[in-house]
């Protein structure tokens, strides 16, 4: 962990959020500022800079698994809903801690796929 990443903190329990599901080695929480009516975050607890940087396919696919079972949970599945991973500036990461975004809860723009 870093000591000075957001997303450390918030895994160590240091910030206050919203926790929507937890394992030992993902917290999922409600994004602060969300682009969507259900904005989450899945953030894995080790961290990693940017996805280029974590190799362990087990948890990358944990992080998947855990965004199917939080868009259930959530209800989003019902409609359908987006997974996003912005990697490097230029892919528009902003926090430098991988994460995955779930949302959906409303229509989402077309052309990402």
Request: glycine share 8%; with cysteine; charged share 25%.
């Amino acid at each position: 962990m870093s000591n000075d990443c957001i997303f450390c903190k918030i895994a160590k329990k240091e910030l206050p959020s919203t926790i929507v599901e937890e394992t030992d080695d993902i917290i999922v929480i409600e994004d602060l500022h969300p682009q969507a009516p259900t904005h989450l975050l899945v953030i894995p607890k080790a961290h990693y800079s940017t996805l280029l940087d974590c190799e362990d396919e087990a948890l990358l696919g944990a992080m998947l698994a855990m965004a199917n079972k939080v868009a259930r949970k959530t209800g989003i599945d019902a409609d359908g809903f987006r997974v996003i991973t912005n990697v490097k500036e230029g892919g528009g990461q902003v926090v430098f801690h991988i994460h995955m975004h779930v949302m959906g809860g409303r229509p989402l723009k077309e052309g990402m796929g």
